[in-house]
């Protein structure tokens, strides 16, 4: 209804309408009673103006059910907020277990996006319709903020970490991709197309968009030309038999996910967030058991060459039966 109101955007996400609906109740709330208290301020300043200088006013002794009725009606009106915001929230930040991943990459002034199957994007992205997706995202440079208004998506886009989103596209058509933080120079332009697609569609689009290796694929190549497994051997470990010599540093194999002890007595769930920091500044959470001997690999790997290791990890088989004896 709202599709050719050059104000609001399209609703093309499992989550766009249930977005809008919290946002007409709060705006309805906020219309309501603004209007009601202008317009009584109105009424009353007539009403009970002073008519002459020597008139003075009643003595207020106050009334308890006043008092409950305009704490009682605001009260459950915030929680009513606070529980339908929640729900909202929860729905919006926890991305369904079918979602596929994709890998953002923010600078100034461009997005590079990274599917999967290996297919890179820049300022353009191809999703099919009905299929969650799962954004994890970081920026070489500033802060930018992923933003798909049609999806009601906005996420920070942050140096140093990552942030995730997610979203279900419901609708097939073109959509605006911004960057809804103020980045430098060249913010206004830091925009891009989404473009949903038919299953079919997409099918055709990602085999004809030339990916040669996927994701994955592209971090075992960097892993095995970082010389990663010298270290961190990934072949033939399941076999390894008791007292054998171990690895100067912990198998990835089945690692991603899990929890590890740490030297310093904490632990660390393997998480996208703890390789990259391993990476990139390795002396920062030590696996317990092994000498700080890891290299930094800060400055000669971007922020999409670390996701393409990750990638990679992810892919080396499941987590193993608790007890994994590393
Ligand atoms: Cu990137 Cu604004």
Known sequence: MWKDFPLFPDSASSLS?????????????????????????VIFSFKYKRRSP????AAIEGSL????????????????????????????VVPPADASELYVVGKQWMWKLQHPQGQREINELHVPVGQAVRL?????????????PAFRMKQDVLPGRYTHAWFRATKAGEYHLFCAEYCGTKHSGMIGTVHVMEPQDYERWLSGAMAGETTAEAGRRLY?????DACHPV?????????????????????FGTLVALADGGTAVV????VRESILRPMQRVTKDYEPLMPSYEGQLGEEQVLQIIAYLKTLG???AAGGGR
Do not use: N
């Open 54 to 57: 020597k008139e003075r006013g």
């Open 136 to 148: 994890t995202m970081t920026s070489e440079d500033v802060i930018h903020s992923f933003y798909v």
């Open 65 to 92: 059910a006043l008092e409950l009725v305009w704490t009682i009606i605001p009260f459950s009106l915030t929680l009513v907020m606070f529980v339908w915001g929640a729900r909202v929230y929860f729905a919006a």
């Open 224 to 228: 095995e030309s970082l010389r990663c």
């Open 318 to 320: 499941a987590a193993p």
């Open 17 to 41: 309408d249930r977005v809008d609906a919290l946002y007409f109740f709060l705006i309805g709330v906020s219309g309501f009673f603004a209007s009601l208290i202008c317009a009584l301020v």
């Open 235 to 255: 072949q033939a470990q399941a076999g390894v038999p008791a007292g054998a010599p171990v690895a100067r540093g912990p198998s990835l194999v089945g690692a």
């Open 271 to 274: 998480d996208e967030e703890y």
